[in-house]
Every structure is written in structure tokens, then in C-alpha cells.
Nanobody
Framework: QVQLVESGGGLVQAGGSLRLSCAAS?????MGWYRQAPGKQRELVAA???????NYADSVKGRFTISRDNAKNTVYLQMNSLKPEDTAGYYC????????????????WGQGTQVTVSS
């Protein structure tokens, strides 16, 4: 099973930016990010195929950008114009399938990194 190591979370004021990174221990197909706030279900944030096709949650469109470096087996999430409602644990997800959506297709999870946006 592929191991995923995340970095880049933290505390930021509303309107600020953060960049998350996730490195996979081996080659992987689809990658992306889910997030989970206390008391809520884990939800998709953004996904990217090995070919570069992307998929975003409506709530982050225009503010977040997902990208990947296939040579480094790494996926990135650039988060701009952050809002308090973006506060959650962010989990890197990967699959040997062509997509990580829906969640049942995720084969590997990162340990999670906390993003907290203060108002």
C-alpha cells in the first residue's frame, strides 16, 4: 500500500493562503484531498487524475487549486481567500483507480493536517 505524507497545514486569518503538499511513497494514479470538520462527514475538496484532469467541490472553486508533480509522486493544494468554514482536518487521498471519487475508491489516506482559519 502506498504511504502518503502531508505537510503545510496551520493557522491563518480569513483571507489568507496556505499550501498543502502530499508525497506518495510510490507511483499512484488519482490523488487529491478530502476534509473533515468536527461532527461532519468527510467531504471531497479537490481531485486530480494522473493526466491532470481536476475536480473541485463547489465551495472551493475559484479559491483552491490542485496540482501534481508526477515525477515526485506529489500533489499540492494551493488555498487562497480562506474562510472560517474551511477549518477542518485535510486528508490526502490516493487511488490506483482513475479517480478518488466517490470516497469508496480511495485506497490510501494520509495522516491528516489541520487547517484553522480565524475570523
Amino acid at each position: 500500500q502506498v504511504q502518503l505524507v502531508e505537510s503545510g497545514g496551520g493557522l491563518v486569518q480569513a483571507g489568507g493562503s496556505l499550501r498543502l503538499s502530499c508525497a506518495a511513497s510510490g507511483s499512484i494514479n488519482a490523488m487529491g484531498w478530502y476534509r473533515q470538520a468536527p461532527g461532519k462527514q468527510r467531504e471531497l475538496v479537490a481531485a486530480i487524475t494522473i493526466g491532470g484532469s481536476t475536480n473541485y467541490a463547489d465551495s472551493v472553486k475559484g479559491r483552491f487549486t490542485i496540482s501534481r508533480d508526477n515525477a515526485k509522486n506529489t500533489v499540492y493544494l494551493q488555498m487562497n481567500s480562506l474562510k472560517p468554514e474551511d477549518t477542518a482536518g485535510y486528508y490526502c487521498a490516493a487511488s490506483r483507480l482513475h479517480t478518488i471519487v466517490p470516497i469508496i475508491r480511495v485506497g490510501s489516506w494520509g495522516q491528516g493536517t489541520q487547517v484553522t482559519v480565524s475570523s
